[in-house]
């Protein structure tokens, strides 16, 4: 083992975070690129809705139009407060707004989506806008309506509420996604407030090899645009949107600071949003056999079906047969529903070869999350998992949990001369080898 002196690293886990120490000479660190021109959100936000990219100002767009404001939720670690309070200002001339908290089919009655419900009503009446607030239910069949299928067969019915809109606008954290390719403005729409049934339909397309991170439809690329589930979640969009306006302020973040902000038209501020993750957030890196990945501390690791995300943006840098330890509290448990748990986490304890074979002969929604993980755990070493998880939630699920994860690290150090690749905020850097 080499005999240079320690470094301490400090590493995202849950809302602490942990150290770790190596030797300088043989640890390599990726992670989002935040150092250049991080800035306040509010402040970012600000600028990017005086500058909007094809599209009137968004004052002029909504004056005396009903709106939908799409907003995500909060699963997602993006500044809903300062999104709010940016738009805000700029909706006093709308003749109503309707705010849809886009839940796809995650939880709704959650804390953290009412604090965006209180953010919402409290930058309403700061700048007097005539305003309410719902979080979508994907499975409220009486407050949806149908809009017609997709030509890959997906059944689109959407929040009717928002349906009634003369203008879309749409608040977006963009970042990789290891099977829609990016999160954008897109899945506001679908998944964000469609019903049960088409999200189902749609990430089943999941399984296919070509859904994978770094394609899109929109992508500036014409080489990387293959994605049929993004493709499918497009067309949807579109099929949703029927023409009218779409206003978009978009944003990428790291460590709480808008690396990158943008407004305007829908899918010029995809493009250009998709530009800066592939610049910020994703890095060619040799595949390693000892690696280090953490999600990035909550709220991506709040649960294993959360944290997940991480690995599998990884993936492509991991050897066959390498050996993981993976850093991820889940004070949630495994998944953030019933339905998730069922059909991601208890799928996934059955034995490999069963997980795999029963997903390509039927999928369920959540189903995909348990294929993959089945696929990556056949082809590795072992993923050793720092976590809250008890010990046999942990092995059930084919891992290892450890109470020292600096004891793996000193095994690792012992056992081999290669260096250790240590991921921060795993869930929104894409790898790729090379």
């Known amino acids: 083992m080499s005999t240079t002196e320690r ?32 800035r306040q959100p509010l402040t970012a936000f600000e600028e990017a809705l005086r500058q909007p990219m094809d599209s009137p100002p968004l004052r002029e767009l909504v004056a005396g139009r009903r709106v939908a404001l799409l907003t995500e939720d909060a699963t997602r670690s993006e500044p809903h407060d300062a999104f709010m309070r940016a738009c805000m200002p700029h909706l006093s001339g709308a003749r109503s707004v309707a705010a849809v908290i886009c839940t796809g089919s995650h939880a709704r009655l959650t804390d953290g989506n009412r604090r965006i419900v209180n953010a919402f009503e409290q930058s309403a009446a700061a700048d ?44 977006s954290g963009m970042k990789n996604h290891y099977f829609a390719g990016y999160s954008n403005a897109l899945k506001a729409f679908l998944p964000g407030i469609c019903s049960y049934a088409g999200i189902e339909a ?128 889940c004070p949630r448990g495994t998944a953030p529903t019933a339905d998730a748990r069922e059909n991601f986490y208890e799928r996934l304890t059955a034995p490999l070869d069963e997980v795999l074979r029963g997903l390509q002969e039927r999928y369920v929604l959540y189903s995909h999350k348990a294929y993959k993980f089945a696929a990556m755990l056949e082809r590795l070493g072992a993923i050793h998992m720092y976590t809250e998880l008890d010990e046999p939630t942990v092995t059930a699920a084919h891992m290892l949990k450890v109470e020292s994860p600096q004891a793996v690290l000193d095994r690792w150090l012992e056992a081999s001369e290669e260096d250790i690749l240590v991921v921060e905020d795993a869930n929104r850097l894409a790898l790729y080898a090379g």
């Open 128 to 171: 007097g806008v005539s305003g309410e607030i719902i979080i979508h239910d994907c499975h409220a069949e009486p407050g949806l309506t149908t809009v017609g299928v997709t030509s890959r067969g997906t059944p689109v019915a959407a929040n009717s509420r928002a349906l009634e809109a003369d203008v879309f606008l749409v608040t």
């Open 202 to 329: 749609n990430h089943a397309m999941a399984l296919e090899e070509a859904a994978t991170f770094g394609a899109h439809p929109l992508h500036p690329d014409p080489s990387r645009r293959a994605n049929p589930l993004a493709e499918d979640m497009l067309e949807a969009a579109r099929m949703i949107i029927e023409g009218r306006p779409v206003f978009v302020l978009g944003t990428v973040t790291a460590g709480g600071r808008a690396l990158w902000a943008g407004a305007g038209a829908m899918e010029a501020v995809i493009r250009e949003g998709i530009r800066h993750v592939d610049r910020v957030a994703s890095a060619r890196v040799p595949a390693h056999s000892r690696l280090v990945i953490s999600p990035g501390g909550d709220p991506a690791d709040e649960s294993l079906y959360n944290a997940q995300r991480g690995l599998e943006l990884a993936r492509n840098v991991m050897k066959d047969g390498a050996e993981v330890l993976f850093l991820a509290a």
């Open 7 to 38: 470094t301490a690293i400090a590493v995202a886990y849950g809302t602490a975070g942990i150290e770790l120490r190596l030797p300088q000479d043989r640890w390599r660190r990726v992670g989002v690129n935040a150092h250049e021109g991080g």
